[in-house]
């Protein structure tokens, strides 16, 4: 099976950075999509930001111009820059990847654990 553990996350004061890793273990021949995902206490698992294999980007509008995702497909790791980080961003962040091919078999829709992300103001 493959596990997605996420890493970087911490307190920190508004205006300031924190840059979040996810690292993908286990037999992977392939990851098609990864993605950073998050929840606030009380709301809805939210997108912030996603990107394909091919490099393809997609941004939640709240976070765009201000996070850049990225990802090493030889190490199957996706990373999160988050700048000029708001109070608003607080949540916990999760990793995602859409579909996963491993050597015997296809998983789809597989979360990290999540790591927490405080701003403070």
């Known amino acids: 099976q493959v596990q997605l553990v996420e890493s970087g996350g911490g307190l920190v004061q508004a205006g300031g950075s924190l840059r979040l890793s996810c690292a993908a273990s286990?037999?992977?021949?392939?990851?098609?999509?990864m993605g950073w995902y998050r929840q606030a206490p009380g709301k809805q698992r939210e997108l912030v930001a996603t990107?394909?294999?091919?490099?393809?980007?997609n941004y939640a509008d709240s976070v765009k111009g201000r996070f850049t995702i990225s990802r090493d497909n030889a190490k199957n790791t996706v990373s999160l820059q988050m700048n000029s980080l708001k109070p608003e961003d607080t949540a916990v962040y999760y990793c995602?990847?859409?579909?996963?091919?491993?050597?015997?078999?296809?998983?789809?829709?597989?979360w990290g654990q999540g790591t927490q992300v405080t701003v403070s103001s």
């Open positions: 995602n990847a859409d579909r996963v091919r491993l050597i015997t078999r296809w998983e789809s829709d597989i």
């Open positions: 990107i394909t294999t091919g490099g393809s980007t």
């Open positions: 286990g037999s992977i021949f392939s990851i098609n999509a």
